[in-house]
């Protein structure tokens, strides 16, 4: 931290603790407004949104399903009970939850795989095939499922000369097989981070300390790795629950999700207040969910 | 690094073939579907014969190529006033310790990172409405710049992180003022960073479904949005020759990232 | 009459409730190779840092030639600072880390070229210009620290423990460098360190700083052989410490019983620690073989420790610890075993008795 550097006048005096303050005080305003443009900017775009969200759950609905902040009414949280409501938002639950265990329990061996690799040029090659489906546009990659699965698709051919399934488009295990195929390098990917950074000499030091092969993973390799398997978790958990392309393509009628079911109250249900309240519950799942991560003592994602 | 972990030869077998089935399984949908846009079947999933003819037929599309162009510019101003904002964002958070709100602050650019994109979404639709701004490609730019300069100012961090605060006062005592230092120490020194979240920034933008359908309004629309409209209604094998094209986008702006960081590697 | 390069009055620094630097007062005169000696924490750093302008001051004066500087940013002081951990900027080749400064200053192109290869010649590494810091060893990296620094003809050069991170042999040889260059260039050096004997090698003075307070200030064999605190003592080279008691002045007695004569600072009666260095201690078999007037005090040989050069001996004298003593490895010198009986002779002026 340094001083005032455009006080000339002041150039010749010493110091004394009231100046300190000052010079702490002028480096800490540089520091905000540094911040400054974007933190107006997500105030304004973003918090106050949010705020608004919160607002609008509360408030009466007009005739196009738009808020009237004339009434204020619980109707919105009441209707959140509705037998609809609750079966669309468990079966979302179970899903988001169902991906992330699913993508755990594949994603985990193959980023040790990854990660356990002895030559870094063999690593680096891996992870730029694992990036290259990452970076790929996700609805091109949802898309890919939705002909994959159709009546004439491969699969579904496949499926039907083996006898072992039939059409599988616009059914729940299709949209579990987009969300798996979507979310999978997201949780991958941290996966491999925590992984790779690891002080595998602290594995070699248990087992010389006779520990075996797999008690060395669980009482070592794995806590090491929780960080990791927390961020993948949150990655792959919160969008799933809010999932709206994959369902919309190839999902149907009967498999509806929070998310389409939440845009759907802005366009054709006409129930905004409604669709924001079922926004205010995804939200206190979510930061419930991100309090968690951070409690466990992660500080980046 | 390794060597030690001496996992048992079986279980490595086991799962190196685990690691080639989930190769598989990430890469054979999208190569099929590849495959079929280059098929002169009308039927999707039916081969009918090697053909480009959806190419064409997609170049000839004015609605998607107007989309296109669209997606282009919202990705373009959004990535750059993201990438400037986020950066400032980022050095304010890292170089700055003790500042007004700072902990607010760190809070609220983590929160746009976690939030679904859906909920995202109404957000906007609901505070652009109450604000009376018209929907339109100013408020999808706007969007996009919301949820960007997180993700930029989480990369830019990181990587100051990792710069030795004491470049920076050897510059100072060297006679830099603080913007000379900034220009020729720290941001070139931070710019895979930057770089690299201007490259998320944009991928983000160009992927952006949900949000850009709802705050986009009844005129203008984006490539990702015209696509998914058109799935919806109705699946033709233009979509594949779209998609195929989206892919190899992608894979450029992958090869593009890990360029730049190969460049910053070479500092370290 | 040298001007004084560095005055330093009243200078404390506080970080909230912690005191790092606690009100110290130094002048330095011109051309004077000056070294900041303590252990890590003392508050060396911190105030080299406020003379680089790093760091603000809480209180206090710091004046460069007599001009007051306390408030004034780094970059506007005529002073350059070699860092620790070299900060040479990864991106930059050698020749322009070199010439960053003169060009912030805005020196014209040839003249920097020019000084430039000036500076690489002065640390012998002409024909690295081009190449990046990553590529260099660790000495050579310190050297292009201090071309970088030193082509500013800085009136003061701050040096932050910069030979720290090499081995042994190579800072050795470095310590002999800088010495030469400083005298070539004839700048005023500030040097910080926590080696002791890196300090004493190079300085002309040396300033001991512990708990952000300032000990003691002197040439290297002032400090050397008169430290004004037990802490002193303790810090630079090896010493005894043997409890005892004033018995009147110039005569203490020791907790053993036995009366010797020492330098004395305080009044009779007052508990004191007298300190002996190892190799002012000489060993007889019986007293009457020692020097005239030299102080006997008779003890076992506990153990004996060969370190080439010279013998270390354990000796206990009835004080409770044992007392160290080094004897050259020469063939005039007897040797003794483990259990001996024998005399240590020592000389008055080689004791002082300190209070604190």
């Known amino acids: ?301 | 690094m390794t060597e030690g972990t001496a996992t048992p030869r079986w279980v490595d077998r086991v799962l190196t073939i685990n690691g080639w089935i989930v190769f598989l399984f990430l890469y054979l949908p999208i190569l099929v579907l590849v495959a079929y846009s280059f098929s002169g079947s009308s039927t999707v999933g039916i081969w009918g014969g090697f053909s480009f003819q959806w190419y064409r037929q997609m170049f000839g599309n004015e609605a998607l190529m107007d989309s296109l162009r669209n997606s282009l510019v919202v990705a373009l101003i959004s990535t750059v006033v993201a990438t400037v904002l986020g950066t400032a964002a980022g050095i304010a958070i890292d170089r700055y310790r003790r500042w007004l709100g700072r902990r607010t602050f760190d809070a609220l650019l983590y929160l746009p990172v976690i939030i679904p994109d859906v909920t995202m979404a109404i957000m906007l639709l609901l505070w652009f409405t109450t604000i009376n701004l018209a929907l339109g490609l100013s408020t999808i730019i706007i969007s996009h710049i919301a949820f960007n300069i997180s993700f930029v100012a989480i990369v830019v961090r990181s990587r100051l992180a990792h710069l030795d605060p004491s470049l920076e006062e050897a510059a100072m005592d060297l006679y830099a003022s603080r913007w000379k230092t900034f220009r020729r120490v720290t941001l070139p020194l931070i710019m895979p960073g930057v770089l690299g979240g201007a490259l998320l920034a944009l991928t983000l933008s160009l992927d952006d479904v949900v949000i850009t359908q709802l705050v986009q309004g009844p005129g203008a629309t984006t490539l990702p949005v015209f696509v998914f409209g058109l799935i919806k209604r109705s699946v033709t094998p233009e979509i594949n020759a779209v998609s195929t094209v989206m892919l190899i986008a992608s894979m450029v702006l992958v090869f593009v990232s890990l360029g730049f960081q190969r460049r910053g590697e070479r500092y370290d | 009459m040298t001007e004084t390069a560095v005055g330093i009055h009243g200078v404390t620094k506080r970080f909230g409730d912690v005191v790092a630097v606690d009100n110290i007062d130094l002048e330095i005169p011109d051309g004077e190779f000056f070294s900041l000696l303590g252990p890590s924490g003392c508050g060396k750093t911190t105030t080299l840092r406020m003379v680089a302008g790093l760091e603000f001051p809480t209180e206090g004066s710091i004046k460069i030639f007599n001009e007051e500087m306390a408030l004034r940013p780094p970059n506007k002081r005529p002073v350059n600072t070699v860092f620790q951990s070299y900060a040479l900027f990864p991106h930059m080749s050698i020749a322009d880390n070199i010439a960053f400064g003169l060009q912030m200053r805005g020196v014209n192109k040839a003249e920097i070229t020019q000084k430039v290869n000036e500076a690489i010649e002065l640390v012998r590494l002409s024909g690295m210009e081009n190449r990046k810091p990553k590529q260099l060893s660790g000495g050579q990296q310190q050297r292009v620290a201090l071309a970088r620094a030193l082509v500013n003809r800085p009136k003061v050069l701050l040096l932050d423990e910069p030979l720290g991170a090499l081995d042994l042999k190579l800072r050795q040889a470095m310590q002999l460098e800088l010495k030469d260059i400083q005298r070539e260039v004839g700048i005023t050096f500030v040097y910080v360190t926590h080696d002791q004997e890196e300090a004493l090698t190079m300085s002309d003075r040396i300033g001991i700083m512990n708990e952000g307070k300032l000990l003691q200030i002197g040439a290297s064999e002032d400090i050397y052989e008169n430290p004004n605190s037990r802490f002193v003592a303790g810090f630079i080279g090896e010493t005894n410490f043997i409890a005892g008691t004033v018995a009147e002045e110039g005569a203490v007695r020791l907790s053993n019983g036995v009366a010797v004569k020492a330098r004395t600072f305080s009044g009779a009666g007052s508990e004191v620690t007298v300190t002996l260095r190892p190799e002012k201690i000489h060993l007889h078999q019986t007293p009457d073989t020692a020097r005239p007037g030299y102080n006997t005090v008779p003890g076992k040989v506990s153990r004996r420790i060969y370190y080439g050069e010279s013998l270390y001996y354990e000796i206990d004298i009835g004080t409770g610890d044992l007392i160290d003593a080094r004897v050259e490895n020469v063939p005039s010198q007897a040797r003794y075993e483990a259990g001996d009986q024998i005399v240590i002779a020592f000389h008055p002026e080689a004791a002082e008795a300190l209070t604190e």
């Open chain 1, 1 to 301: 931290m340094t001083l005032l550097d455009d006080k000339p006048d002041r150039d010749t005096e010493a110091a004394n603790p009231e100046l300190e303050r000052k010079a702490e005080r002028a480096e800490s305003w540089r520091g905000f407004f540094h911040a400054l443009p974007s933190f107006v900017y997500l105030i304004f775009f973003f918090a106050l949104p949010l705020v608004i969200v919160l607002v609008v759950s509360f408030s009466g609905r007009k005739g196009t399903g738009s808020p009237s902040f004339d009434d204020w009414t619980l109707d919105a949280y009441r209707k959140l009970f509705d037998t609809t409501v609750l079966r669309i938002a468990w079966r979302s639950l179970t899903m988001a939850t169902l991906n992330t265990v699913i993508c755990l329990a594949i994603g985990y061996p193959f980023a040790y795989w990854l990660a356990t690799r002895s030559k870094q040029s063999t690593r680096n090659l891996l992870l730029v095939l694992v990036l290259i489906p990452f970076w790929s546009n996700f609805l091109v990659r949802t898309y890919a499922w939705r002909i994959l699965l159709d009546s004439d698709g491969p699969i579904t051919r496949i499926g039907e000369a083996t006898g072992l399934w039939g059409k599988l488009l616009f059914t729940q295990p299709a949209v579990f097989l987009g969300l798996l195929y979507g979310y999978l390098p997201f949780m991958v990917l941290p996966l491999y981070a925590a992984l790779e950074r690891m002080d595998w000499s602290l594995v070699e030091a248990g087992r010389d300390l006779y520990a075996t092969g797999w008690g060395a993973f669980r009482r070592i390799t794995w806590p090491l790795s929780r960080p990791g398997v927390i961020a993948g978790s949150i990655l792959v958990f919160i969008p799933s629950l809010g999932a709206y392309v994959t369902p919309a393509i190839l999902g149907g009628a009967k498999t509806t999700l929070l998310g389409d079911y939440i845009v759907t109250q802005f366009t054709s249900a006409r129930n905004w207040p409604f669709g924001s309240a079922v926004s205010v519950v995804i939200l206190t799942v979510m930061l419930i969910a991100t309090l968690v991560y951070f409690r466990t003592g992660a500080r980046t994602l």
